[in-house]
């Protein structure tokens, strides 16, 4: 068969619609026999951050930064009509009433169908998260810099920044 | 048409029945024939489509009332 075509996506955004778009594309082109890559920076981090447990992080100002900005899958909100989180509590019932899968669902469905996870290594010290795979979910394959998201943008048919 | 397995995708809409379509086609020989029954209108151009990037045969839609028939020929492994 012929070489696969490659998907690169930029995920810059830590909102929930920008997330569950990010993943259905990625879910979407891995199905469609590309091979994906998803490159997570700035609030992006917040959804592949691990969902439990204390960020651990060093000086007191990383420290606060993660108090204030937790992060992980299950608290990303909307980015219009939060409304303290009754907006992102309806639109979590309305997509299970669609039977949509959830962030956590796609993260899941991501990993299975070989797509890969990349966070972003510089960004971790700007958001107060130590650059290492315990920060993260187990999905996260590896740590890379901008050097390794561009040489894979350069292969790929299609780059995407969310 | 007959098909050798079938897979129901009522109720899930885009992008879930394509994923799911991917699972599926690798619990079939090739030759097989795999009926997706869906009512997600968006299916009838989502799928020839998704065959033609992974080179399966689509070989075609039957319609009955709400219910979609897409008809898929196992082409590769």
């Avoid at chain 1, 993943?23 to 998803?38: I, N, R």
């Avoid at chain 1, 009754?86 to 070989?114: F, V």
């Amino acid at each position: 068969m012929a070489k696969k075509e490659k998907l690169t996506i930029a995920v810059l955004s830590g909102d929930l619609e920008r997330a569950l778009a990010a993943f259905m594309l990625a879910v979407t082109g891995a199905s469609m026999d590309m091979e994906v890559s998803m490159f997570f920076t700035f609030w992006g981090l917040n959804i592949v951050k691990k969902n439990e447990g204390t960020m651990k992080s060093k000086g007191l100002m990383k420290k606060m930064l993660n108090m204030m900005n937790r992060g992980g899958s299950k608290r990303l909100k909307l980015s219009r009509f939060n409304m303290l989180g009754l907006g992102t509590w309806m639109m979590k019932d309305l997509m299970k009433q669609a039977n949509m899968p959830s962030i956590d669902e796609y993260i899941a469905m991501a990993k299975d169908m070989g797509v890969e996870l990349i966070a972003c290594t510089t960004t971790c010290g700007v958001m107060g998260i130590s650059p290492e795979k315990d920060s993260f979910r187990s999905e996260v394959g590896s740590l890379a810099g901008a050097a390794y998201f561009l040489s894979e943008a350069r292969k790929s048919g299609v780059t995407l920044f969310i | 048409m007959k098909a050798d397995q079938t897979l129901d995708c009522m109720g899930i809409y885009c992008p879930t029945p394509i994923i799911k379509t991917t699972t599926k086609i690798k619990d079939l020989k090739t030759g097989e024939i795999l009926e997706v029954v869906s009512d997600d209108k968006r299916i009838r151009l989502d799928m020839p489509d998704w065959c033609r990037t992974t080179g399966h045969e689509f070989l075609g839609i039957e319609e009955q009332g709400e219910e979609i028939k897409v008809y898929i020929r196992k082409s590769h492994n």
